[in-house]
């Protein structure tokens, strides 16, 4: 299943500016996506949050016969897995969605399991998304937030504890890291400014980057985040405000994106050469920022101490 064609640039700003300004009803006339019917539809529903609420990572993973080595992804999700158990606020559960039951499934009770038995021809990244869309959110749903989590990617230990404490708003990762697990090196990102204009926030390069609140509207949610995969990450922040989402941007690094430990998608379509040279280009250097990067992330420490050795 692949991802749809992306949409105008153009489009989306003015889209997006005609949403804000309260004319939502107006853009349901226009020929639209899917995707931008389906957050339309979301828009009629009000938010509600309970008290106490509860963050949903939905992890689609590869299948052991996806892979040359297992063993990569047995370790990677791990260490992600790790990163979500040492979160401060403990109110988050994990469901991971593949071919193959991984055993990093038994390293905490909130991490469930449910098995991918679609065919699909090619990538299948999007039909396990949709699928833990149906799992989490209408089948067997809780209220709080609901957020697509890579099975190689950390976020920082906070992450969940200022997740809730945003309420209704949902967040947006611009601040983060990318590292390179071949070498240790660290890159930084940001958004850009005039200092650092061919700089780029966290979510253009990682799906890891959207967390919303969900609960309120099973079906039109699901709907949504079942349209929402079929569509790269790039779109996340548009198509969230169409479905009328305030986003709050986090500037702060929160989330750490691994790349080039050899089973990543991206790899074996051979790309992601320039995510290397953007690490190099905004290289974090100082050890004492590197050790600050392991203490904020846990599970990063045996990522990027080579690249500390070599200071």
Known sequence: MQEQAQIAKLRRRIFSTIAKMGGARLLGLLPLSPAESAALALRKFQIELPEHATTTFAIPLVGAHQVSDWSVIEKTLARSLKALIAQKNPNWRAVVCSQTRPNAIALDPRISHIPFEIEVAGHDKVAK???????????????????????????????????????????????????????????????????????????????????????????????????????????????????????????????????????????????????????????????????????????????????????
């Not at 957020?147 to 949902?170: A, C, I, S, V, Y």
């Not at 780029?200 to 039109?220: I, Q, T, Y």
């Not at 990450?233 to 198509?239: A, E, S, T, V």
Request: hydrophobic content about 35%.
């Open 129 to 311: 998304l949709q699928t833990l869309a149906q799992h989490c959110l209408q089948d067997h749903p809780v209220p709080g937030f609901f957020m697509p989590l890579d099975g190689d990617d950390l976020l920082e230990r906070n992450f969940t504890q200022g997740l809730h404490k945003n309420g209704r708003h949902g967040v947006l990762v611009c601040g983060g890291y990318i590292v390179n697990s071949a070498t240790g090196r660290v890159g930084v990102t940001r958004n850009k400014s005039w200092r650092a204009p061919l700089q780029k926030p966290f979510w253009k390069f990682c799906g890891s980057c959207m967390a919303l609140p969900v609960g309120s509207a099973s079906k039109a949610e699901t709907a949504f985040f079942k349209a929402l995969a079929e569509h790269e990450h790039r779109l996340y922040p548009y198509l969230a405000t169409l479905a009328g989402y305030r986003l709050i941007h986090l500037d702060k690094p929160s989330a750490l994106y691994v790349i080039n430990h050899g089973e990543n998608f991206e790899t074996r379509r051979g790309r992601g050469g320039f995510k290397q040279r953007f690490i190099e280009r905004f290289s974090v250097s100082g050890e004492s920022e590197l050790s600050n990067i392991q203490s904020a992330f846990p599970g990063s420490g045996d990522l990027i101490i080579q690249h500390k050795a070599d200071l």
